[in-house]
DNA sequence: TATTATAGTTAGACCAATCTAACAAATATA
DNA sequence: TATATTTGTTAGATTGGTCTAACTATAATA
């Protein structure tokens, strides 16, 4: 029983207003702007999916999705993310690019193709902005992002963005050896010069308040109490 | 003006109904049946292509793709081959296995994605079945496929595919240093032994008529007089 | 609590892609 | 050439996804 692009997308909103958003239920309304659909549509289509079981449904409630609708919208998610990881390190698009292509190919339907793509990119666990990549088994972990100044010192983390965008910046970035999904660890913070020790690939750099402003890292330390 | 997957996959079967089996034209039945759908569906669906000027169609006659129709059909032979050689290079699909993702994968649609996946891949010249990949400029050229046993003695060519797709076969295939794409030369045959000296990666070796039965490949040479 | 604003629903229409059933033209053949 | 067969067409229906316009609940607030 295979859903059309426009199911998934429906499932896909849903997930997102509400695991994402950390809300029990979204609203008729709320679901047709995300998708930009009249809230007519959305109504219809809510109906339809409530008949297959994927989601809970009452006149004039809100919505939520059930156990197996949940299951396959965190499926597209994690198609979703993966792509767009395929489109930035194997393709060289940049981060504001890569949405709008893997909006198409999130709904390729194949048994092996995605976690063969999974292996591929050597199992990622962070998208191109930061969010994580649900497993295989779909499960999906919530992640809190910072920014490299506001680490704990002594942690380890992952890069998992940038918050400036600019070309100078990245190729800054490179230069130091980091890039999306490559761990490093806060060694201490030289108050006299504001900047901070960090750790990379065995390396120890150091780098400007300004420059850790703008890198975005997920900590597993820290997110331990933010799972859900 | 961009066209519904439908609109390309009538196109696409015009394509191989005509340029590539060397026809003028199409008759409706034939394009029905290439795409599984009733002639109703499809006589339908041919005037609408006519009237966006993309085919030339009249009543009780045969159709053929107008310029600007096969560029378009081009255009996605172009994204099939390529995703099919993706699936094989870089995620081990098997040869009988793409197809049907490529059919799928085929119509995503972005300005840069498949310039950027063809250099990706290197600018492979024959998918994992031995067909020409067009060219970004829209060219596509037909190619005479040959197995090596049945190739000129001193003629350079491409292998382009396998007609056993044994494990067995395949993995011996790899142990001799050949695969897809990669290009070879007949040095000599062996009458005695009735086998082929071949040059690959300038090194030279001996392989079995057999063996060379086996081995589908494009020759260069051979295939310019045979050029559409 | 009565009124207003917001959120959600229904009915009726449209378009794209498909179908079936009945029919018409072109072609093959006896 | 008359007839039969193949090929192509038309009309009318269906399904999925969308819309607008009119309507009804629910929630907010004066």
Redesign the pocket.
């Given at each position: 029983m295979s859903?059309?692009?426009?199911?998934e997308?429906?499932l896909k909103a849903i997930l997102s207003l509400t695991l994402e958003a950390g809300k029990p239920d979204?609203?008729?309304?709320?679901?047709?702007s995300q998708?930009?659909?009249?809230?007519?549509?959305?109504?219809?289509?809510?109906?339809?999916l409530a008949e297959k079981k994927l989601i809970s449904?009452?006149?004039?409630?809100?919505?939520s999705l059930s156990p197996s609708g949940k299951k396959i919208a965190i499926d597209i998610v994690r198609k979703h993310r993966l792509w767009e990881t395929f489109l930035y390190k194997k393709l060289s698009f940049t981060w504001d690019e890569v949405h709008e292509v893997a909006e198409q190919l999130e709904h390729i339907q194949h048994s092996k193709l995605i976690d063969r793509l999974d292996e591929f990119l050597n199992f990622p666990q962070f998208d191109p902005h930061g969010d994580t990549i649900p497993t295989a088994a779909g499960v999906l972990k919530m992640s809190v992002k910072k920014t490299l100044d506001q680490e704990i010192i002594g942690h380890k983390c992952t890069m998992v963005g940038v918050k400036n965008n600019t070309a100078a910046f990245l190729q800054y970035v490179d230069k130091v050896g980091l890039s999306i999904n490559h761990n490093l660890k806060i060694i201490s913070h030289q108050a006299y010069y504001d900047s901070f020790e960090i750790e990379v690939t065995n390396k120890r750099i150091n780098v400007s308040r300004k420059f850790a402003e703008n890198i975005v890292i997920v900590c597993a330390a820290c997110n331990k109490k933010a799972d859900h």
């Amino acid at each position: 029983m295979s859903l059309t692009y426009t199911e998934e997308n429906y499932l896909k909103a849903i997930l997102s207003l509400t695991l994402e958003a950390g809300k029990p239920d979204a609203g008729t309304n709320e679901i047709a702007s995300q998708l930009n659909v009249k809230p007519a549509t959305t109504n219809d289509m809510l109906k339809k999916l409530a008949e297959k079981k994927l989601i809970s449904y009452k006149r004039y409630g809100k919505s939520s999705l059930s156990p197996s609708g949940k299951k396959i919208a965190i499926d597209i998610v994690r198609k979703h993310r993966l792509w767009e990881t395929f489109l930035y390190k194997k393709l060289s698009f940049t981060w504001d690019e890569v949405h709008e292509v893997a909006e198409q190919l999130e709904h390729i339907q194949h048994s092996k193709l995605i976690d063969r793509l999974d292996e591929f990119l050597n199992f990622p666990q962070f998208d191109p902005h930061g969010d994580t990549i649900p497993t295989a088994a779909g499960v999906l972990k919530m992640s809190v992002k910072k920014t490299l100044d506001q680490e704990i010192i002594g942690h380890k983390c992952t890069m998992v963005g940038v918050k400036n965008n600019t070309a100078a910046f990245l190729q800054y970035v490179d230069k130091v050896g980091l890039s999306i999904n490559h761990n490093l660890k806060i060694i201490s913070h030289q108050a006299y010069y504001d900047s901070f020790e960090i750790e990379v690939t065995n390396k120890r750099i150091n780098v400007s308040r300004k420059f850790a402003e703008n890198i975005v890292i997920v900590c597993a330390a820290c997110n331990k109490k933010a799972d859900h």
